[in-house]
């Protein structure tokens, strides 16, 4: 079988020659690939001319709800990408990670998108910057999709996941992608991606997939274009240098592997939970995807005095380790994922045995299961110890991409620190201690080389996702070798595929774009009060003036009894006098009550409920005697997306202004109400 790419709509065979895949645990061929007399060229320009269009002609939400869709789609039949999996020497957890990870993150940024983006194609982001005296021209940032193409090329250890979480924040933020993962892994992925493409929830354009490599295609790439690396040092290097990417500055995120550490703090000793738990995921880390992982534990470094502890409970748990078939039941480590990756890891391993001990595994004595040594690609957990880490510049330096780990001593806080940054910029470290002190003054020595930290003790160890565990929710990625860039992190992912520009102009007219009022843009009112009003009739800038209130003694009096709130600028006159208000002050929570009984409709009507309240600021303190009332202001509209057995309706945000007889502003705040819709 040759697998297929797909170009420009239509399933195609590379020519040529192809590259044999072959199943890691067995040895034998499941595939050729071949990129061969694919026109590059025009897989860009079919992104760019067909996918964008059709991607950024949905909002947010919309996109949103085709990822969820999608999501659903594939989770109904993952089995088919399990059974599949197993060839790539991947276990069922390490499947687990790899397929429900991929399938999850979808999840993520569907619900992301609906929650933390506007029903909008764009983006209106942060405040608006008053650079004017008198506020007639005022400035706002405006993030628009890019109009290019994002090449995706992945790495061959997640060949779902690794594509999904980079397919999910592209998707979202409206623009194509071209996907190329790793040839040695590429069935599965072009599994999901027919799989993705049978849903028919993507529209034309938006994903196309190239089985084998690149060919010319990075002499296509524009300015508008985005190019992700997952994948070596070395490759990545050599890519993000590419004259075209220099040229046209494309932007080049890049997230290589990393020779990532874990520290057992010096107050945890080998009786205490936390020495377990710090053994337990050592071992999980070096034999979950069989080491095959960006993130995996790496560098493993502990107090001197405790060497021999940690090296002795490493070893006892690694013997426990079954190693084979990954589809066999009990086997928690399958092959590597090719005999290619094989030689390099073995090549790797040779290179630092010459300067530290091999105190595990590195040899052939070990039992397989259901599985033959000589078919597939099978090594054992190997442990080293490196006596002088700081001396030793090489296990800070060669990575074997495998389950291969490093044991190093270190003598005080601050030389665990140093070891631990020796390693020049790494994805994610992690911390095992009980005392926070110690975990605040690591915490603040390494960050600035890391992307990610973990910091366990017995109290979090439970709910813990584990030192190799990316989440959709946090930034991926991290500084020096690790590549510098990030990945995920939430919405900060999808704002990679958007061009942020700078807006200046008249609050009036920055609120016509951005289908939002601005403070400064024109307000008008209605003789129908705007809570009769159905979602649909109210509109931008739309603004209510209340009728005026008088604060009494007998409010503040009366507000406290009720609250309970006796603070003594309320009710202590001497106090208050003493005070920064000299006077006795309504409690401002006083003041939002009556401020609501001001703006509120009685009767019943498309209001149906307060749905939040934000950004509140009380500017100004309202005395006895002072006299408020209220402008409410249409700011934005939001459709809900309503489940079946929910009444039709969308959030409206209402910019609050509370001022008193001085016309001066006393508190400020956004409320959101849930309104009904006609349909």
């Known amino acids: 079988m040759r697998l297929k790419s797909y170009v420009m709509g239509q399933w195609r065979l590379g020519q040529g020659k192809g590259e044999q895949v072959l199943n890691a645990s067995t040895g034998e061929k499941i595939a050729e690939v071949s990129s061969e007399g694919i026109d590059f060229k025009g897989m860009l320009e079919y992104a760019r001319n067909i996918g964008g269009p059709n991607l950024r002609k949905m909002t947010f939400h919309k996109r949103a709800l085709m990822l969820k869709n999608i999501a659903k789609y594939l989770l109904e039949r993952k089995q088919e990408l399990y059974d599949i999996s197993f060839w790539t020497g991947a276990t069922k957890t390490d499947s687990w990670i790899d397929i429900d990870g991929g399938i999850g993150t979808f999840f993520t940024y569907a619900s992301k998108g609906r929650r933390d983006l506007p029903d909008e194609k764009f983006v209106f982001e942060g405040e608006t910057e008053a650079i004017s005296k008198n506020g007639t021209f005022v400035a706002k ?397 109210l509109h931008i800038g739309e603004t209510l003036l209340t009728h005026r209130r008088t604060i009494t003694e007998t409010d503040i009096v009366n507000f406290a009894g009720i609250s309970g709130d006796f603070f003594y600028a309320h009710t202590d006159d001497i106090a208050a006098k003493d005070s920064i208000f000299h006077n006795r002050v309504a409690h401002g929570y006083l003041i939002l009550s009556v401020a609501a009984g001001l703006f509120v409709n009685p009767a019943p009507g498309p209001v149906i409920a307060n749905y939040g309240l934000e950004g509140l600021r009380f500017v100004k303190p309202v005395y006895i005697g002072d006299t408020i009332h209220v402008k409410l202001t249409c700011r934005q509209k939001t459709i809900k997306e309503n489940r079946d057995d929910e009444i039709p309706s969308g959030i409206v945000d209402w910019y609050v202004e509370v001022i008193n007889q001085n016309e001066e502003l006393v508190a400020s705040y956004d409320i959101l109400t849930l309104v009904k819709r006609k349909e």
């Not at 790495?155 to 790793?182: I, Q, R, S």
């Not at 391993?349 to 099978?378: H, M």
């Not at 800070?396 to 291969?404: D, K, L, S």
């Open 141 to 537: 940032h405006l993030l628009v999709p890019l109009e290019g193409a994002a090449v995706h090329i992945n790495a061959y250890n997640f060949p779902c996941w690794g594509m999904l979480e980079k397919l999910a924040p592209t998707f979202l933020a409206g623009m194509p992608a071209v996907v190329k993962p790793a040839s040695v892994s590429s069935y599965l992925t072009e599994k999901v991606v027919r799989m993705i493409l049978e849903s028919n929830f993507l529209p034309e354009g938006a994903l196309q997939l190239i089985c084998g490599n690149v060919g010319d295609l990075f002499e296509y790439l524009t300015c508008q274009d985005v190019v992700t690396f997952t994948g070596s040092a070395e490759t990545g290097q050599k890519l993000k240098t590419h004259p075209m990417v220099v040229k046209n500055s494309v932007r080049f995120n890049m997230e290589a592997d990393s020779l990532n550490a874990t520290i057992l703090g010096p107050d945890v000793m080998p009786e205490s939970e936390e020495f377990e738990l710090f053994i337990k995921e050592v071992v999980r880390e070096m034999t979950a995807k069989a080491g095959q992982k960006c993130t995996a534990i790496r560098r493993t470094i502990v107090p001197l005095d405790r060497v021999a502890d940690v090296v002795k409970a490493l070893k006892k748990n690694l013997s426990s380790i079954k190693i084979g078939n990954p589809a066999s039941e009990g086997v928690k480590m399958g092959p590597l994922v090719s005999y290619g990756q094989l030689r390099e890891v073995k090549d790797r391993i040779d290179q630092l045995s010459k300067v530290t001990e091999v105190v595990y595994g590195y040899s052939d004595e070990y039992e397989l299961v259901d599985a033959d040594k000589n078919k597939g690609a099978f090594i054992s957990p190997t442990l080293l110890y490196c006596s002088d880490p700081e001396g030793c510049i090489e296990p800070h330096e060669i990575e074997a991409f495998g389950p291969v780990n490093t044991v190093m001593p270190y003598t005080d806080i601050q030389d665990a620190i140093k070891i631990t940054n020796m390693g020049k910029g790494s994805l994610v470290a992690s911390i095992f201690t009980s005392d926070d002190n110690l975990a605040k003054q690591i915490v603040m020595g390494i960050a600035p080389y890391h992307g990610r930290i973990m910091i366990i003790n017995k109290d979090c160890a439970k709910e813990s996702t584990g030192h190799g565990s990316p989440l959709p929710h946090l930034v991926h990625g991290g500084p020096g070798r690790a590549g510098g860039g990030e990945e995920l992190g939430g919405i900060l992912g999808v704002k990679h595929y958007m061009q942020r520009v700078a807006l200046q102009g008249s609050p009036n007219t920055l609120s016509h774009i951005g289908n939002q009022w601005l403070k400064g843009a024109k307000q008008f009112e209605d003789k129908v009060h705007p809570f009769t009003k159905y979602f649909e009739e």
